[in-house]
């Protein structure tokens, strides 16, 4: 039924598994569109009560928005690109009633942070790592990362990981407050599925209720995932974001 995603339900939990293993799970256009529709079939569906997403494979959760799929761009394609994507997937699982654990089971960078920042709440194993690499392709962060890193680790630490586009380890992601609990990766799901046991014993009605009343707490952060649309949108028309893009795709260094 997906080309990119595997879903599964058992005992009233839904498992969706980014499937991509030979690209690192990159989110493309088609894997948002089955991503958007598993959540929404988990959201309506009363006998699911905790969706855990993660990806195959040992080595990526998701290594970013696929970059090939982007790098030709224009400014108004890269606004609807981060429009189309928050609209879709990362405030639609944000905004869901059903609580979502993001199990992060390897890297994950650009998208796939910001997918994991869209969940409720995050696991990573021992081997995980975690950045928003973007501006070392000419980019910024364009489906909430800007907007939702700072919330949960603090402005300060956000900055430095979006100006240094560089990774941290699950270790420090655990000091920040960036994930809940570290375990083995064979520990990871197995802990997922704990929490949801956990999580299932309480009314779904007030959790939904509960997961609305956090969010309200940070609708002023509104405007700013607009401003990083028309900026994401703006990083198109430049040089930087044809040297950066170009330069991963051809395995070399970008010179900006
Ligand atoms: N978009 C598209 N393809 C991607 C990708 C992405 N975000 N991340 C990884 N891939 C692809 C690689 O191009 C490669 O494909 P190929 O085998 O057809 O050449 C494959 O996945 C494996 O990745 P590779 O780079 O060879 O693995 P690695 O172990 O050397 O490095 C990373 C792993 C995660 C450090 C590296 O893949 C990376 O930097 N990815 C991009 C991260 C990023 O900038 N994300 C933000 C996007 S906005």
């Not at 997918?115 to 975690?130: P, Y």
């Not at 779904?204 to 949108?233: C, K, L, S």
């Amino acid at each position: 039924m997906y080309n990119n995603i595997l879903s599964e339900t058992s005992d009233s939990i839904t498992t969706i598994t980014i499937n991509r293993p030979s690209k690192l799970n990159a989110l493309n256009k088609e894997t948002i569109e089955e991503l958007h529709t598993a959540f929404a079939k988990a959201e309506e569906d009363t006998g699911v009560r905790v969706v855990i997403i993660t990806g195959s494979g040992e080595k990526a959760f998701v290594a970013g928005a696929d970059i090939s799929e982007f790098a030709n761009f224009s400014e108004e394609e890269g606004a609807e690109l981060a429009r189309k994507g928050q609209e879709l997937l990362f405030d639609y699982v944000a905004e869901m009633g059903t609580p979502v654990i993001a199990a992060v089971n390897g890297f994950a960078l650009g998208g796939g942070l910001e997918l994991a920042m869209a969940a409720h709440f995050r696991i990573a194993s021992d081997n995980a790592r975690m950045g928003l690499p973007e501006v070392s392709l000419g980019v910024i962060p364009g489906y909430g990362g800007t907007q939702r890193l700072p919330q949960l680790v603090g402005k300060g630490r956000a900055m430095e990981m979006i100006m240094t586009a560089g990774m941290i380890d699950a270790n420090t992601a655990l000091e920040y407050g960036l994930i809940n609990h570290i375990t083995a990766q064979e520990e990871l799901l197995p802990l997922a599925n704990k929490l949801g046991g956990k999580i299932m014993r309480n009314s779904p009605m007030a959790i939904a209720a509960a997961i609305n009343a956090v969010n309200a707490g940070y609708e002023n952060a509104v405007d700013g995932f607009d401003t990083e649309i028309e900026e994401f949108g703006g990083c198109f028309g430049t040089e930087d974001f044809t040297e950066g893009t170009t330069a991963f795709l051809e395995k070399r260094k970008a010179e900006f």
